[in-house]
């Protein structure tokens, strides 16, 4: 598959398979546009911001994926680690 920056459709957080690590949860993700697999970790109730100061979230933000499939893809930008394709995690 030739490597192509792609947005996705959001997906359910509830919708995929996840487990409770320390600090917040790691979602097992697999693309839908190269089936690669790979993990997400989404730190509970909490956002980067600025210098990394960690502040509370007021609500369950959507969490931004970007393919990390390691797969070979044709044309893929050196350093880039996907198939190009982009989302959200929602709650």
Known sequence: ???SL???ADVS???MP???VAGGIEYTVIC???NGSFKV???EGQYLSGFGARKKATAPQ???VVCDCGLDHKNRPAGSAGCGAV???VH
Request: include cysteine; charge should be positive.
């Open 41 to 43: 970790m989404n730190y």
């Open 32 to 34: 839908r546009r190269c």
């Open 62 to 64: 959507p969490i931004g």
């Open 6 to 8: 792609t947005r996705l």
């Open 18 to 20: 996840q487990a409770k």
């Open 1 to 3: 598959m030739k490597y």
């Open 87 to 89: 989302w959200d995690i």
């Open 13 to 15: 957080a509830g919708s």
